[in-house]
């Protein structure tokens, strides 16, 4: 069964500290998988997909198929990264699932 | 105005009630996503649509009915609603072709059912 695993229902680092917000699947197709962030009184948006390998915000992720990860990682965490993010997994038929979600805490 | 919106952004019913949540798009996206954000289970995909006449189960379906007699409408009506479908309710849209599979999502629709 399609599964994606937030196994940190809240991080709390402090400001300048890096961060790693894990995401785990289970998929036995060719997964595309997204990080999406929902910031205090903003819609859900999404933060970046695998296939573009980019970085926004300071955030990047690696897709590990060995490891059937796709954690978010950035060096120094800023305050305004404080939000809910969520790893979503699409598994083909434009149907895509969510993780549980990790709330990230950025400390002063 | 241009984009996702849902209505309405507050609704409090009681128990057994029927309750409709409209889903509005203005980009003719032809997938269309009915989630519900509940702590500690994230979002969970309640029923989507690649396009007009054609929907689908995801995965919490019941208590749940859909219809997309137009591309850029996509209500979901909770035909007697519970206490256990309290919640908040995102609809999403997204393109086909390159741009598929990723969601722009509305700002949410808050239910309480007493």
């Known amino acids: 069964a399609q599964r994606v695993t937030q196994p940190e229902k809240l991080l709390s680092v402090f400001k300048g500290a890096p961060v790693e917000l894990k995401c785990n699947y289970s998929y036995s197709g060719s997964p595309e998988l997204f990080w999406y962030v929902q910031y205090s009184r903003q819609r859900l948006q999404l933060l970046l997909r695998?296939?573009s390998r980019e970085s926004i915000k300071g955030f990047t992720a690696d897709l590990n198929k060995g490891e059937t990860s796709f954690h978010l990682k950035k060096p120094f965490a800023q305050e305004e990264d404080s939000a809910m993010y969520y790893c979503a997994l699409s598994t083909g038929g434009f149907k895509t699932i969510f993780g549980a979600g990790t709330r990230l805490f950025v400390k002063a | 105005d241009a984009g996702i919106t849902q209505s309405p952004r507050y609704k409090i019913t009681e128990t057994g009630r029927q309750v409709t949540l409209m889903c509005h798009q203005t980009?003719?996206?032809?997938?269309m996503f009915w989630y519900r954000q509940d702590l500690g289970h994230g979002l969970r995909l309640i029923y989507y649509s690649a396009a007009a006449d054609i929907t689908d189960k995801g995965e919490v379906p019941d208590g749940y009915v859909v219809s997309r007699s137009k591309t850029e409408n996509f209500p979901l009506t909770l035909e007697s609603a519970t206490r256990s479908q309290t919640s908040v309710y995102f609809c999403?849209?997204?393109?086909?072709?390159?741009?598929?599979?990723?969601?722009?999502f509305g700002a949410g629709s808050r239910l309480t059912v007493l």
């Open positions: 999403a849209s997204s393109e086909s072709g390159l741009g598929a599979n990723v969601l722009t």
């Open positions: 695998h296939i």
């Open positions: 980009w003719s996206h032809s997938y």
